[in-house]
């Protein structure tokens, strides 16, 4: 297993952490009401998202992001179906991903 696919995994587990924990969104509508509500640390989009669907979560710059990995891996690591889009809620799981994110 090479660095970037253990890094990968890392952050997977930390999305599934996340699921269990309570404090992960998915989905535009929830993710959208949550942005105008100002409580996410953390936007995480599937490879598959279009450059027009990320640049409608980008318009915070506030909240950082990352593109992941395939929606299907990310789906099922969540607990869903078929989602692209997820998010962290502001928090101490939030700040380790980003942390995680930024040893990449």
Not at 30 to 48: H, T
């Amino acid at each position: 297993m090479n660095s970037d696919e253990t890094w990968k995994n890392k952050i997977y587990t930390l999305l599934g952490f996340a699921a269990k924990s309570g404090v992960l969104l998915s989905g535009t509508f929830s993710i959208k009401r949550a942005m105008k509500e100002d409580c996410l640390e953390l936007l995480l989009f599937s490879e598959e998202c279009s450059e027009k669907t990320i640049a409608s979560f980008l318009y915070r710059s506030d909240i950082d992001h990352l593109i992941l990995g395939p929606s299907e891996r990310m789906s099922k690591t969540a607990g869903v179906k078929n989602r692209h889009v997820f998010a962290i809620k502001k928090g101490k799981l939030a700040e380790n991903m980003i942390k995680e994110i930024s040893r990449r």
